[in-house]
């Protein structure tokens, strides 16, 4: 669980992103609103490396077809304190998914492996110009309209969460 590469699957046997976890000692691992933890990047491309868009994959996080709760499918985010905030060096793509999916009202948190502040590995990550608040999509000028009507989709067709239901799935890993 604590090796070099991480994979997100889309089932059992697609991996969606495979990417180093960085040095820096993993000093523990909590739980956070997605909406608590800030991008170190300006941008993000909207596929992940194995071609899947962030539209598809948002999708299927929200109708359950990742299944959640397990590292293998969907590994923790892992991030660095710095200036008093949490940023995200690893997960940037899933981060921006796991707000749009809390916006949405369908998780409430996130599991975060926290790791010591790593200067090196930070810079290499640190591009946003807002202080991480937000982070433009690169490739999809649509993307926030296609998030907005695949909500709109669950929601009909769901309830969203909204009737009260118990989402036992809210924590992603």
């Known amino acids: 669980m604590m090796g070099n590469a991480e994979s997100t699957y889309h089932n059992t046997n697609r991996p969606i992103h495979q990417s180093r976890r960085g040095s820096g000692r993993i000093i523990g691992e909590t739980e956070m609103r ?56 690893r997960g940037n793509r899933r981060l921006y998914l796991m707000k749009k999916l809390e916006g949405a009202g369908a998780i409430t948190t996130v599991k975060v492996l926290m790791k010591t502040f790593d200067q090196e590995v ?41 009737d009260g239901q118990s989402n036992d799935w809210c924590i992603l890993l």
């Not at 996080?61 to 499918?73: A, D, P, R, V």
């Not at 982070?135 to 993307?143: F, H, L, M, P």
């Open 34 to 89: 997605p909406s608590q933890l800030r991008f170190t990047q300006d941008s993000i491309s909207n596929r992940f490396q194995d071609g899947h868009t962030l539209d598809e994959t948002f999708r299927q996080f929200l109708y359950k077809e990742i299944s959640m709760g397990q590292y293998e499918q969907v590994p923790n985010l892992v991030a660095m304190q710095y200036q008093g905030s949490w940023f995200v060096v």
């Open 122 to 162: 930070f810079n290499r990550q640190f591009t946003t110009r807002n202080m991480g608040l937000s982070i433009r999509v690169r490739g999809d000028t649509n993307i926030e309209q296609k998030l907005n009507q695949i909500v709109a989709n669950w929601r009909s067709r769901h309830g969203g969460g909204a």
